[in-house]
């Protein structure tokens, strides 16, 4: 998305051309082969694992860090490979997203209309929102020591599950039909209230 908005923002004109329909779906194949690869190497790894009083994992999900609380030994190799994962599919994506919107606000401060700024930074600031709050999640998931399960649960929660479903509502919200829609509701609920008050005095 980062990048997409970058050719948009930044390379208009070649838009079509760099992200014609052959290309999005060489994305969308590397994207899903990284991330099966990413599982079949943690399912290999967590083979050899053993768990030392319980193998229930207190957690939404098992992931490298619900993994390493219950296990007795865990290989060099387990932490290697979960340094190089989280290399090449958290920082390095998140590098190429700062990148993006760095020549991106460039490009956005040097526009002389204020209307095109509006529209440019009106087009980013869905992707901003959901990149900040994954991140945000993520990092304070995984960074600052658990207080309690419940935390730790609320936390993976929030950036496995909420994030993806509200993912749609964010980039509709650009959508001048739906901003019209979501007003005409907000304006029907508060005049019911207004008149639902009237009717108890």
């Known amino acids: 998305m980062a990048y997409d908005r970058y050719v948009a923002i930044c390379l208009p004109l070649h838009y079509h051309r760099i992200l014609n329909q052959r290309n999005c779906i060489l994305i969308t194949i590397g994207i899903w082969a990284a991330a099966f690869i990413n599982s079949l190497v943690y ?16 957690q939404f999900f098992c992931d490298a860090k619900s993994l390493t609380t219950m296990t007795c030994t865990t290989s060099p190799m387990f932490f290697i490979l979960n340094g190089i994962e989280t290399l090449i599919l958290a920082v390095t994506p998140l590098i190429c997203i700062i990148i993006s919107y760095a020549n991106i606000f460039s490009v956005i401060f040097k526009m002389t209309s204020q209307e095109s700024r509006k529209k440019s930074f009106s087009t ?27 935390l730790d649960t609320v936390f993976s929660v929030v950036y496995t599950s909420i994030i993806p479903m509200i993912n749609p509502i964010i980039y509709s ?7 019209s829609a979501l007003l005409r509701l907000l304006r029907g609920m508060c005049s019911f209230k207004r008149n639902s008050g009237h009717k108890h005095q």
């Open 124 to 150: 980013c600031s869905s992707h901003i929102t959901i990149i900040s709050t994954y991140y945000g999640t993520l990092l304070i998931g995984y960074f600052i020591p658990p207080y309690s399960e419940v």
């Open 173 to 179: 919200l650009q959508n001048a039909a739906v901003q």
């Open 43 to 58: 399912i290999i790894t967590a083979v050899y694992m053993s768990s030392c009083h319980s193998n229930i994992i207190h």
